[in-house]
């Protein structure tokens, strides 16, 4: 069974870091892209970054530059997203989603998802 665990959400100040991880299991990660995407209460799910599953293509939305790192290790079969600087409007449900081919930023492009992983910035 193919299959994307998130963990490492949770509750975090203004400012404050937190560090997302995607788990694979059922499946080897080597050959997909792998995107993190989120969704707000009462919004769309959006795009946040995307890696090529050498690790050589990033792409990032313009929201979270400078702030969010996405990262792979293969050989753990695992996905991390760290963010910093996090702020209110950070607050969503974060998903991990994997394709096939590159990495790209369209939502409908991918096909395996994760549950998810609440992610709330508060103070």
């Known amino acids: 069974q193919l299959q994307l665990v998130e963990s490492g959400g949770g509750l975090v100040q203004p400012g404050g870091s937190l560090r997302l991880t995607c788990a694979a299991s059922?499946?080897?990660?080597?050959?997909?892209?792998m995107g993190w995407f989120r969704q707000a209460p009462g919004k769309e799910r959006e795009f946040v970054a995307t890696?090529?599953?050498?690790?050589?293509?990033?792409l990032y939305a313009d929201s979270v530059k400078g702030r969010f790192s996405i990262s792979r290790d293969n050989a753990k079969n695992t996905v991390y997203l760290q963010m910093n600087s996090l702020k209110p409007e950070d607050t969503a449900v974060y998903y991990c989603?994997?394709?096939?081919?590159?990495?790209?930023?369209?939502?409908?492009?991918?096909?395996?998802w994760g549950q998810g992983t609440q992610v709330t910035v508060s103070s």
């Open positions: 989603a994997g394709k096939n081919g590159y990495a790209r930023e369209n939502i409908n492009d991918y096909r395996i």
């Open positions: 059922g499946f080897s990660l080597d050959k997909h892209a």
């Open positions: 890696i090529s599953w050498g690790g050589r293509s990033i």
